[in-house]
């Protein structure tokens, strides 16, 4: 059963309750906090992007640079650099952006989302390669090229490069092969437990240098701009933890681990975003980060009551 881990405190008065499942690893992968369900398969949305490019790195795909790589595992805001990131990418390997198979979007970022929509309704605004998974889908397509397999349908769970990303999975984090979910993008997802998912991330912070492991946790840990965005919760995280390496899920999942392979996940039932940058910041602290300002800012966002700060969110004191 689940557990109460963060809490919204108005004018005093305790308001919401966020409740949910974590785990904490030690160096030797067992764990020190086990709160709520963390042996039952969760879908770890987008926290399985790092592993799809192990997946593809292990298949030969080859990026130009680390910034390629990390837009291979981003959920990206569709800013700028993003979009010619992704663009990059497809020219390299001949593709349009309508052989992307991920579903048309607006970029999240709200700057960027304003200009996309700048004299056009929502309908002509949507591209496929803002969609937040553009970058992962056309490492995928490049994938494919690569191996020979077809690039039409590369959605379907029975396609050779899906079958290659479920073996990657079962096999960084032991988790027993099980019923696959689809995704917000429409690939399939693997469902792991958190106490699987978390021993995958300190599996990739721990290997050996040009292990595919540790060339995607480098380039995600060289460009957090890349997988999130401005303001992004895995951008202001791993600025704020020198060698961090984290991923966000929808709906509530986040993973990472520390260079020394100490780490973590966890799924908050509701899914609700404003739980997130609290629990993981307590999270650190409990595994002993060296705590800074800016942890401290993010552990601790306002509730506003008529343009002033009224109250807190944050983790239960004393949950961890």
């Known amino acids: 059963m689940s557990v109460e881990l963060v809490e919204v405190v108005r004018s005093g008065f305790r308001e ?25 398969p969760i879908f770890p949305r987008s926290t399985n992007k790092p592993m799809q490019a192990i997946a593809l790195l292990r298949n030969g795909f080859e990026p130009v ?23 990059r990418l497809l020219d390299r390997f001949g593709f349009a952006e309508k052989q992307l198979e991920c579903p048309p979007d607006l970029p999240a970022d709200e700057s960027a989302r304003a200009v996309a ?7 002509e605004a949507e591209r496929r390669i803002y969609m937040n998974c553009s970058g992962k889908h056309a490492a995928m397509l490049a994938t494919c090229v690569i191996n020979g397999w077809p690039t039409a349908g590369y959605l379907d769970a029975a396609h050779p490069l899906q079958r290659a ?28 437990a958190l106490v699987n998912l978390a021993r995958a991330y300190a599996a990739l912070a721990t290997a050996p240098p040009e292990a595919p492991e540790r060339r995607v ?104």
């Open 165 to 192: 990303v479920v073996d990657t999975i079962t096999d960084i984090t032991g988790e027993p092969e099980s019923d696959l979910g689809i995704d917000g993008c429409g690939l399939p997802i693997v469902p792991v």
């Open 16 to 40: 919401c309750v966020h409740r949910g499942s974590l785990v904490i690893l030690d160096t030797d992968g067992e764990p020190v906090v086990a709160l709520g369900e963390v042996h039952l």
């Open 217 to 320: 946790a480098d380039a995600i840990r060289a460009h957090p701009r890349v997988i999130s965005g401005t303001a992004g919760p895995d951008l202001l995280t791993m600025r704020a933890t020198p060698g961090l390496v984290c991923k966000i899920g929808a709906d509530g999942v986040h993973a990472g681990a520390l260079p020394d392979g100490r780490a973590f996940a966890y799924k908050i039932d509701d899914g609700h975003d404003r739980a997130r940058m609290p629990l993981t910041q307590a999270i650190l602290q409990r595994m002993g980060v060296a705590w800074t300002a800016e942890h401290a800012a993010l552990a601790a966002p306002a509730v506003l009551g008529g343009g002033a700060r009224v109250g807190i969110v944050r983790a239960i004191p004393g949950v961890l």
């Open 117 to 123: 929509l700048a004299g056009r309704d929502r309908a």
């Open 65 to 87: 640079d680390d910034a390629e790589l990390a837009i291979a595992t981003a959920s990206h805001y569709g800013e700028p650099d993003h979009v010619a990131l992704v663009q």
